[in-house]
Every structure is written in structure tokens, then in C-alpha cells.
């Protein structure tokens, strides 16, 4: 699960990391109120004002509607209202949207950190991932971060740094020293990292997340260490641990078609293919998918209806494959253990009666219990639905309805 900038620092500074400190706002003149308290607060007569959306590349991307780009700098209190007003509303376009942008209806009001002092501001990219390669946390790091990190990353890859972490042991005290050591710290700015390093990798395991990425790090003009930026993923799997961070989910940042699948309890991710899938497990859904590709075809989406694949369920995951209108057809692939093959049978004829436009080819493939009656209930139904039994029949049926 994916969440905002503001959120994600909320998080981290619960673990003790040093952040950029900020308000949300929904409204200009919520944002102006915001700056106000931010004042207040830390003596910040400058604000960054950033849109909130699930996407990098903002301070690159530009707002539609009105040209402003997604990251602004407010030189006083006079601005911050206009800032806001020009992204609040607006869709924003960066390099990991599409061409219509994402909608922007919350911005942070965060503090200038970017103040004179005895030395000049280093900006530092850190992130902490799973390497599922080597089975290991690993903190993945470049004294070269901000903006253009994707382009140090290619033409400059020994810039960018990995700490491979033991997960028997955990981050090391020598391993926290060594991140600083190679970004070239020294002197307060130096302990500093130590402890931000530490608290980062706390901050990782302690809310179960699957990626932390911090670009930029700040090493300030007066030596300090801070998250100028977040970017922070959950596990899914994990969020029953942490009802807290559960309640962090923007709906409206999601696929809507993969949001409505989830509250009908169904795993759906859409894809960019042209024949719709519905399977019972995840093994079963990936052989599936590679069955059509054989086929000629491309996968249009994953769907796992479970185990208590009953007639509603069925009809509802039609649904959800038919709002999609890339769709040419729809492959049925279900293995009966738990749940017999002919109550899906079942399910797939009440279904198609009761939504009566189904309008593409539909190839069923059901085996295990009952997938003899199951074929028989397909075939004596009356409606257009292609029964097979073997994966290779169902692969040529996908064929033929696609020539």
C-alpha cells in the first residue's frame, strides 16, 4: 500500500528520524493557516509548498490546468495561498503518470531547509528495499541524490552505494558508520547520518514496509540530517498489525476497478492485455497468463476469485473484467479442491443469464471434483460458453477466438 509524502513522514518521525517538518491542507486558505502555524513553530519564513499525489518526479512534473509545476517555493507568507491554489485542484503530470496526470486534493506546506549557514546543503538519495535476489534488506544509497538521481544511476553507477543488511543481526553500528564514511560526511553531519541510517532502517522494519526511499536526504547547511522527502510503500499483508497505518489509504489514488474488487474481496490487478482471466489461486492464475501469451494473446488483468467461487462471485468478477474495454475474452481457469467444479459451472450460467450482455467469447476450463458434470453443465446451458478440459484445449479455443 502506498501512501503520501506527509504520511510517510509521520511515520518516520514517530521512529525517530529527523524530517522536514510540514502541514497538510486541503484549500488555499487552509494551506495559508498552515503556513502560519509552521511559523510559528520552527521560525521558517520561507514554505515549500508540494503537491500530494502517488507519484515521483513532482518537483519536474507541471499541473495542467495552470502551468505550475508540483513543487513551489513560497518566499513569504503573501505566497503560500497562490501557490496553493495553483496545484490544489489541478492534475499533475510527471514522468510516472500517465498523460492525464493524477488529480492533486491535498498539499504539504513544508519548512525551508535550504537556509545560509557555515556550509553548503548536500542533498543525498537513500532508500531501503528488499534485494528478493539475495533474500536481504539492503540500504541502497548516492551521495549524488535530488532530482536527477535516475540519470546518476546510469551514466554514474559507482556513485550509487548498497549496505546488504544480515537479518540475523540487523543493521550494524559499522554498517551505519560505513554509509556515512562513503557519502564523505565528517564532524557533526557525520553522527548525524549514523543516527539517521539507524532510525531509518528501525523506522523500515518496525511499520512492515516494503520500500522506504528518501530522496533528497539533507545534510544542511548546519550539519543536520534530515528527510527532506518520502516515499513509502506497506505491506499489504502486514496492515492487520497496524490498523493505524491502514487507515492511511487514499482510495482515490488507486485503479477505481481494482479498489471496487477489493471490497468484494477478489485479487485484481489490471493489466494491458486483451483477454481477461478469472482463476481460483495465484499459481494458477500466472500458468493461466502464460497460456495466453502461448496463445497469441496478452493478459488483460489477474483476478483470483478464491475459493467460494459461487454464483455472485462469479458475476461480480465478470463484472469488474468487463469494464475494461480492451477486453476480446475472457478465460474461465478453475481447479476444483476446495470448491467443486460444478457449483463454478453453475456459477458462470447464473452469471451469464443474469448480466444477459456479455458480449465477448467466454472459454471455460474446469478440473478436479466434479469437472465431468461441470463440462456437462457448460455444454447443456444453451449459452456461448466454450467448455475445455486440458490446458492445451483452452489455450487453442483462446487462439481461435482471437483470429
Known amino acids: 500500500m502506498n501512501i503520501h509524502e506527509y504520511q510517510g513522514k509521520s511515520i518516520l518521525k514517530s521512529f525517530g528520524v529527523a524530517i522536514q517538518e510540514g ?50 517555493l513560497a518566499k513569504g507568507l503573501d505566497e503560500v495561498k497562490d501557490k496553493a491554489a495553483g496545484i490544489l485542484g489541478g492534475h499533475l503530470v510527471t514522468a510516472q503518470t500517465n498523460a492525464q496526470g493524477k488529480q492533486v486534493n491535498k498539499v504539504l506546506i513544508a519548512e525551508d531547509v535550504y537556509g545560509p ?41 559507482e556513485l550509487i552505494f548498497k549496505e546488504e543488511i544480515d537479518p540475523t543481526v540487523g543493521l550494524q553500528g559499522f554498517q551505519a558508520r560505513r554509509v556515512a564514511f562513503n557519502l564523505g560526511l565528517s564532524g557533526k553531519a557525520f553522527k548525524e547520518m549514523t543516527k539517521f541510517v539507524t532510525s531509518l532502517y528501525n523506522a523500515y522494519v518496525g511499520c512492515d514496509a516494503t520500500m522506504f526511499e528518501i530522496n533528497p536526504v539533507l545534510k544542511t547547511s548546519d550539519d543536520r540530517v534530515i ?18 497505518y491502514a487507515a492511511m489509504r487514499d482510495t482515490t489514488e488507486e485503479d477505481a476497478t481494482e479498489v471496487e474488487a477489493d471490497a468484494a474481496g477478489l485479487n485484481y490487478v489490471k493489466l494491458d492485455g486483451n483477454v481477461g482471466c478469472m482463476v481460483n489461486g495465484a499459481g494458477l492464475a500466472m500458468a493461466t497468463m502464460d497460456i495466453i501469451k ?12 478464491g475459493g467460494t467461487a459461487d454464483a455472485a462471485r462469479v458475476e461480480k468478477a465478470f463484472r469488474i473484467i468487463l469494464k475494461d474495454p480492451a477486453v476480446k475474452a475472457i478465460l474461465v481457469n478453475i481447479f476444483g479442491g476446495i470448491v467443486r467444479c460444478d457449483r463454478v459451472a453453475q456459477g458462470v450460467v447464473d452469471a451469464y443469464r443474469n448480466m444477459g450482455d456479455i458480449n465477448v467469447p467466454i472459454i471455460v476450463r474446469l478440473q478436479g471434483t466434479n469437472a465431468i458434470e461441470a463440462k456437462e453443465l457448460i455444454d447443456n446451458s444453451g449459452l456461448k460458453v466454450i467448455s475445455a478440459v486440458l490446458l492445451k484445449e483452452a489455450a487453442d479455443a483462446v487462439a481461435e477466438v482471437l483470429a
Open 117 to 157: 549557514g557555515d556550509s553548503e546543503p548536500k542533498e543525498i538519495y537513500m532508500s531501503v528495499l528488499l534485494d528478493r535476489a539475495k533474500g536481504r534488506n539492503i540500504i541502497m544509497y548516492s551521495p549524488q541524490g535530488g532530482m536527477d538521481i535516475e540519470a546518476v544511476a546510469e551514466e554514474t553507477p
Open 294 to 305: 502461448l496463445s497469441g494473446g496478452e493478459p488483460a488483468n489477474f483476478l483470483d476469485v
Open 23 to 72: 502541514r497538510v491542507a486541503d484549500t488555499p486558505e487552509a494551506a495559508h493557516a498552515a503556513a502560519v502555524e509552521l511559523a510559528e513553530a520552527t521560525g521558517t519564513s520561507w514554505f515549500v509548498v508540494k503537491a500530494q499525489i502517488h507519484a515521483g518526479g513532482r518537483g519536474k512534473g507541471t499541473v495542467t490546468e495552470t502551468g505550475s509545476r508540483g513543487v513551489v
Open 227 to 244: 528527510a527532506v522527502d518520502s516515499k513509502v510503500s506497506l505491506d499489504g499483508n502486514a496492515l492487520y498489525r497496524h490498523p493505524d
